[in-house]
């Protein structure tokens, strides 16, 4: 079977985010939060009038979920969690990740019992490869931090939950490989998803829509591809930008695919190639996601007053 090949995203906003990431939708809201991570910078852009906010962080900040307390968000800062209420910037830390290791926080999604699941990578200081150093954690509602069974990764990405919440997908994207493994308050074993063909790209942020098909930003190849739930590719979506980073849906009804990108790594002349390198893009691709699951935990309540 060949798979379709939509139309060309369009730029939605043009960010030129060095390293764009975490992008969600938020529906009480009805805007996208997203990062750029190297900026240390929160990013929101409400579609409907256009209005776009930021704020800098006092750290990298590299994925994060939305709460159920209003006004909240659960942030993986480079090396901690911590909530954060962008109405007034306070910040209630939770928790360090991986203390001693030259790791920091990376790809991170809420699973759908309001846990916060999210992975590391390494940071090499001798300027070397990346070597599988890092982990995934859980966070759950009472703020326990809990490391999953899974072999170390060198940089977690793809993390995303089946619409019944069954199955875990993950990856280290140096692999090549998406992963997937039944997951619940334990997880089965771990086995291959889908694997990228060619020499070129790397898997990276990844959602998941109404029908259960995995929709994978793919970096280095210009694309996000939409694997069904059996791993075979089912459609893949140009994006101008060679450096896709996470999709999203959003928009009222959730028909509307977003895709955050980067800048990172790119020269002059690269990016004289790339003009749109570290834009918001978005395409109606015929498919709707889900309401984003919210995480189930909250602030404590005396740290977190104003």
Excluded at 84 to 92: E, I, K, N
Excluded at 127 to 139: A, D, Q, S, T, V
Aim: proline fraction near 9%; aromatic fraction near 8%.
């Amino acid at each position: 079977m060949t798979a379709a090949v939509d139309a060309p995203m369009e730029p939605a906003l043009e960010a030129a985010n060095t390293l764009g990431e975490g992008i969600l939708w938020c529906p009480r809201e009805q805007a996208l939060y997203w990062t750029d991570i190297h900026a240390a910078t929160l990013w929101r852009h409400r579609p409907a009038d256009g209005q776009t906010r930021s704020w800098r962080l006092p750290e990298r900040l590299a994925s994060f979920a939305l709460c159920q307390a209003d006004g909240w968000l659960l942030l993986a800062l480079a090396s901690r969690l911590a909530f954060f209420r962008p109405d007034d910037g306070t910040l209630v830390p939770v928790a360090e990740v991986e203390p001693g290791l030259p790791t920091r926080s990376n790809d991170g999604a809420c699973d759908r019992q309001g846990r916060f699941v999210f992975g590391t990578l390494h940071e090499p200081t001798d300027g070397g490869p990346k070597r599988p150093l890092g982990g995934f954690w859980r966070l759950g509602a009472d703020l326990a931090l809990q490391r999953l069974p899974l072999e170390g990764v060198a940089i977690s990405n793809s993390l995303a939950f089946s619409p019944d919440g069954g199955t875990m997908y993950y990856c280290d994207s140096p692999t090549r490989t998406i992963r997937c493994c039944a997951y619940g308050d334990t997880l089965g074993p771990s086995r291959i998803f889908a694997r990228l063909e060619g020499d070129a790209g790397e898997p990276d942020g990844a959602c998941v829509d109404a029908e259960g098909g995995l929709w994978s930003a793919q970096w280095g190849l210009g694309r996000v591809v939409r694997y069904r739930p059996d791993g075979r590719v089912d459609r893949i979506v140009p994006v101008p930008a060679r450096q896709p980073t996470r999709p999203a849906f959003g928009g009222a009804a959730l028909d509307t695919l977003y895709v955050t990108s980067a800048r990172d790594g790119l020269d002059g002349d690269a990016l004289t190639r790339d003009p749109l390198a570290g834009a918001l893009f978005a395409a109606h691709v015929g498919a709707r996601g889900l309401p984003e699951p919210r995480f189930a935990g909250a602030p404590p309540i005396a740290a977190a007053a104003p």
